[in-house]
């Protein structure tokens, strides 16, 4: 049994920091499972943040502000986030899937498996 549950979140000022955490039961960080952030701010789709599997990719918008990390040993997975704008405000989502299952499709939520049910960031 898959779970994945998010932390971290919260309310903070632009120019702010937030570290969100992903603690995983029932996948291991390795090579078979990817693991990424998604975000979706009201009215709006399902968004690709960071992927952590293979190989690591950022959302264009969050890159040199956010990285995605992972502690194996504790089967955790973190997204630091810095100098945060308010057009970052939205519920994160922490994900998994088999590599093979979004293997050149990492921006695709509908290929990630697991989910969480999300913590939400709201930057003013």
């Known amino acids: 049994h898959v779970q994945l549950v998010e932390s971290g979140g919260g309310s903070v000022q632009a120019g702010g920091s937030l570290r969100l955490s992903c603690a995983a039961s029932?996948?291991?960080?390795?090579?078979?499972?990817?693991m990424a952030w998604f975000r979706q701010a009201p009215g709006k789709e399902r968004e690709l943040v960071a992927t952590?599997?293979?190989?690591?990719t950022y959302a264009d918008s969050v890159k040199g502000r956010f990285t995605i990390s992972k502690d194996n040993a504790k089967n955790t997975l973190y997204l630091q986030m810095s100098s945060l704008k308010p057009e970052d405000t939205a519920m994160y989502f922490c994900?998994?899937?088999?590599?093979?299952?979004?293997?050149?499709?990492?921006?695709?939520?509908?290929?990630?498996?697991?989910w969480g049910q999300g913590t939400q960031v709201t930057v003013s």
């Open positions: 994900a998994a899937a088999l590599c093979w299952a979004v293997s050149g499709v990492v921006w695709d939520a509908s290929r990630y498996s697991f």
């Open positions: 029932g996948v291991t960080y390795s090579r078979v499972y990817c």
């Open positions: 952590s599997g293979r190989s690591t």
